[in-house]
């Protein structure tokens, strides 16, 4: 009984479905018939065949179609090609009129007109907020950028574009307070007359004592307490101290024989409590205390600053430290981090620092990367402290008369020789050309060297300077100065070595020395300028005398001397000739000197902008009082300018 009324129930259900299919099929026909093709429908079926030849989908459903009665779409109608969008002319230009209220609400909100015309930012303030840390810092370094030069720098500028952007937001604000504080640029320790007047006037204090009005004259601070007051309330500031620098002014008060010797003591005073509020302290450059009895405090305090990464001692033997020698050398094993170090003998005297001093310094020193030891005697500085030295990427030698051939030749063998990437061998007075050969060969990374000297080093016994057992190679050089004031057959076998491609890798050349030209004319042509009468009356000067004489203004003068003799000599003609007229032109091509070929350098210039020097001396670089330039800058000299 159950299964016979599902079966009623399930027939009855089929035929309301057969129904309903049928009443859509005949509005659809309604509809196919009153509005065409467009609302039509597809019955897709699956057709089988015996053959094996396929049809595409749109002939099976064009097929399907036909059966079924439906009639296809009717074409779009054809335009003629005058007629289409793309072909329509203009006997004017169509313009756009603004309505009323369109002009009303550019009055209202001008902002908007300059952002249409691509003259606004287009970013909201949320995507500033939202920017990184490191943008920040990054357009601040950019920012900077542009006040500096190679050897100078713009501090007053640099430091009010500084505290400007200090004002725009606390991001910008976070950005150029660490730039301002990791390079700080100490402030002057006096106030001057002018400042002391207008800071007097402002310094009066009001100050209320129940219904009473005090005034209080308190002594106006100077720039320098300022900061050090400062940095003694945020602690945090002093924690971003990275490097301090000196400008000429401090320097000229920090020193000896500054006029007022109260101003001196105060200047000093400040100075040492702002670095030793400096934790994090890792470079001071245009102070540099000589190492004496009297400044036995300043050492403590720079061995008391862990991080350092470079320190200048200006050693005046004459007067001894406080400490013993090696006390001295033990307290050097708290810099762990220093990589440059220069030991410098100022005083012209035969004291001694002490038999292995230097190499119990610098053995104490493990990040210890480059040195330079300038003007000891044999006591204090051999062959045997060369050799003792750690590996080491950069080397000065100056004015070490315990240094000979032998040593140099040994230091060829020794550890440095895979380590060294710079050496600068300066009055050391080397005599011997195959100590200098063996040394290009075997140091394999060697990429600068500095041979500064009076004498020229001697050949071989027998031997001339165009022969192979002469030759100097190496296969790493990049810039080689090479000066010896009296020039010497070693010119001509540098000059053969250069022509015969033993120094692949050379880029710049400096030989002051070159009388003849002999290197000039194996480099690219130098540029010519004009010369004034001063210059002319200097080389007649010069000329005049006999002796040699090391001057960089004398050496580019005859460089300048030697294009204009190349250019009166003549290097080909050029002849135009008219055979109807029987005219004939002739001119004249003068000669140059160099090689156009060449990929070195013929290099005349300082090592710091502003010298008369083409080597810059430890004295120049690393003394202590700064040098003020036009224009309210500081020159900058680098410790690198060394190597």
């Known amino acids: 009984m159950t299964s016979v009324d599902t079966r009623t129930e399930w027939g009855e259900n089929v035929e309301r479905h057969d129904s309903a299919v049928d009443d859509r099929q005949n509005a659809m026909e309604k509809d196919i018939l009153m509005y065409g093709a467009a609302n039509q429908s597809y019955v897709f079926t699956q057709v089988v065949k015996d053959d094996i030849k396929l049809q595409p989908r749109w002939q099976e459903r064009t097929e399907i179609a036909q059966q079924h009665l439906i009639p296809s779409r009717p074409p779009w109608p054809t335009r003629p090609a005058s007629t289409r969008p793309r072909y329509y002319s203009f006997e004017q230009a169509p313009t756009l009129t603004r309505t009323p209220w369109e002009t009303e609400r550019t009055k209202r909100h001008p902002q908007a007109q ?16 939202s920017l990184p840390h490191e943008v920040y810092g990054c357009i601040v370094d950019h920012l900077e950028a542009g006040f500096s030069t190679a050897t100078t720098l713009d501090v007053s500028g640099r430091q009010q574009a500084l505290r400007t952007i200090c004002q725009v937001s606390k991001p910008w604000a976070k950005a150029a307070i660490e730039a301002l504080y990791r390079d700080l640029w100490l402030p002057s320790a ?40 400062t940095i003694e309330e945020a602690p945090s500031l002093a924690y971003l101290i990275r490097r301090i620098h000196v400008p000429s002014t401090l320097a000229t008060e920090l020193d000896n024989e500054a006029p007022l010797p109260i101003e001196r003591r105060l200047a000093n005073r400040l100075v040492y409590e702002v670095i030793d509020k400096c934790t994090e302290l890792e470079l001071i450059t245009g102070f540099n205390p000589a190492a004496t009895r009297e400044k036995t405090e300043w050492c403590k305090l720079f061995f008391s600053r862990e991080r350092l990464g470079a320190h200048v001692w200006m050693l005046d033997l004459k007067q001894p430290l406080n400490f013993s020698p090696s006390q001295f050398a033990d307290m050097h094993g708290k810099w762990q981090w220093l990589e440059t170090l220069v030991l410098c003998k100022t005083d012209e005297h035969d004291t001694k620092l002490g038999p292995g001093m230097i190499s119990a310094v610098t053995n104490r020193l493990p990040s210890l990367k480059h040195l330079v030891v300038s003007g000891f005697g044999k006591e204090d500085f051999h062959n045997g402290t060369l050799l003792s030295l750690s590996a080491l990427t950069s080397l000065r030698l100056e004015k070490l008369p315990g240094v000979n051939d032998q040593g140099i030749f040994q230091l060829s063998h020794s550890r440095n020789a895979f380590s060294l990437e710079s ?59 090479w000066d010896t004031l009296i020039p010497g057959d070693a010119i001509n076998v540098l000059a053969s070595s250069i022509q015969s491609s033993h120094f692949p890798s050379l880029r710049t050349l400096k030989v002051p020395s070159d009388p003849s030209g002999t290197i000039q004319a194996l480099c690219r042509p130098i540029a010519r300028h004009a010369l004034t009468a001063a210059d002319l009356r200097f080389l007649a000067a010069h000329e005049q005398q006999d002796r040699y004489v090391r001057s960089l203004r004398l050496a580019r003068l005859q460089a300048q001397m030697r294009v204009r003799e190349s ?77």
């Open 114 to 129: 300059l952002l249409r015309q691509g003259k606004g930012s287009q970013l909201s303030a949320q995507v500033f907020e």
């Open 190 to 229: 006096t106030l001057g007359q002018a400042g002391g007047r207008r800071m007097s006037t402002s310094s009066k204090r009001r100050s209320w004592t129940g219904k009473r009005l005090s005034l209080s004259l308190g002594k106006p601070k100077t720039p320098l307490e300022l900061l050090l007051r």
């Open 423 to 481: 050496l600068s061998l300066i009055d050391l007075e080397l005599a011997s050309l195959p100590t200098i050969q063996t040394l290009l060969s075997n140091l394999t990374r060697l990429r600068r060297l500095r041979l500064v000297q009076d004498a020229s080093p001697s050949l071989l016994l027998g031997t001339t300077p165009w022969n192979k057992r002469n030759a100097l190679w190496s296969q790493t050089l990049h810039h080689l100065h």
């Open 567 to 643: 250019r009166a000599r003549p290097s080909f003609s050029l002849v135009v000739s008219d055979e109807e007229e029987g005219s004939e032109q002739r001119h004249v091509i003068g000669d140059y000197l160099g090689d156009v070929r060449s990929g070195i350098e013929y290099s005349l210039e300082p090592d710091v902008d502003g010298e008369e020097e083409a080597l810059s001396s430890v004295e120049s670089v690393c003394g202590m009082k700064s040098s003020k330039i036009e224009g309210g800058g500081e020159r900058v000299v680098p410790l690198s300018v060394l190597f």
